[in-house]
């Protein structure tokens, strides 16, 4: 299963490295794109299929509020050392209108409603690390991260 | 061909068969919510076993559509989440909420012949009250 699943991602972004993808988001198809790179890059370093989907899932939210809030923007995956053990890096960038009222937007934004809140406190707990800087008119910058257990 | 629907007895099969953009996911709603009208059907099974994320709008969009063909008189089941879909489902926060899930097709099956066929099941347990 995880064998189709992977030749999925036909879709080949940059890649400037082998442990750092862009993907550019500005559909719903960049969506896909860009959590199918997230899980490969996972599985590569060796996160279990569980780490590894909640890292998909996280991108595939961030991926969303992209396309949803902004139209475009890319989603920078990459690798980090934390004290011996590798992390996942997941950086959502855009230049969208930005988050007025950021502590509202994390605190407040169940994704169980649906499209409206912007589900970032579910992709908080999906993660070991989430920051957000966010300025009105400038754009949203979320950068999350998931150590290997 | 992502998602293929197939009919049998009352009841109309979805199985996805790749990754679904959030357009896939919207017409398969739309696509289901229709053909439970085409064929009378009474219930309908969606397979996600090939579904490796869902995410808020696929789950919205799944709850959307149950309700929608709950509307038209047929009940809907949601069959093979995989236990780290489920696992990545709950630490995101979102609910299927109202929406029966089962193990696998033939859970979904028997939910279904339970659900919907009451009566059926009556006269076969009990054939001498009917007459």
């Known amino acids: 299963m995880m064998v189709s699943r992977g030749a999925e991602a036909a879709k080949s972004p940059t890649r400037p490295a082998d442990q750092e993808i862009t993907v550019p988001i500005a559909s719903d198809l960049d969506i896909v794109t860009a959590r199918q790179w997230g899980r490969t890059l996972a599985v590569r370093l060796g996160y279990s299929p569980t780490e590894a989907t909640l890292i998909a899932t996280a991108i595939s939210e961030l991926a969303r509020n992209i396309v949803l809030y902004a139209k475009r923007g890319e989603i920078w995956l990459s690798v980090q050392n934390g004290s011996g053990r590798p992390g996942v890096v997941v950086v959502a960038r855009d230049d969208g209108p930005g988050i007025a009222d950021v502590p509202q937007a994390i605190a407040g934004g169940h994704s169980t409603s649906g499209g409206l809140g912007l589900g970032l406190s579910g992709v908080r707990r999906l993660m070991d690390e989430f920051e957000i800087i966010s300025e009105p008119r400038k754009g949203t910058t979320v950068t999350i991260k998931r150590w290997k257990r | ?131």
């Open chain 2, 1 to 131: 061909m992502k998602v293929s629907i197939l009919k049998q007895r009352d009841y109309l099969i979805a199985s996805i068969q790749a990754a679904l953009t959030d357009e896939d996911l919207k017409h398969l709603r739309d696509a289901l919510v229709t053909q439970v009208g085409e064929y009378r059907s009474r219930g309908v099974i969606i397979d996600v076993t090939a579904l490796d994320v869902m995410d808020s709008f696929a789950v919205r969009t799944l709850r959307d559509l149950a309700h929608m063909t709950r509307l038209r008189g047929a009940e809907t089941v949601i069959v093979g989440i995989q236990p780290e879909v489920a696992f990545a489902m709950t630490q995101l926060g979102v609910r299927l909420e109202g929406v029966t899930a089962a193990l696998d097709l033939e859970g979904g099956l028997a939910h279904l012949d339970h659900q919907t066929k009451p009566s059926a099941r009556r006269a076969i347990s009990n054939p001498g009250r009917r007459a």
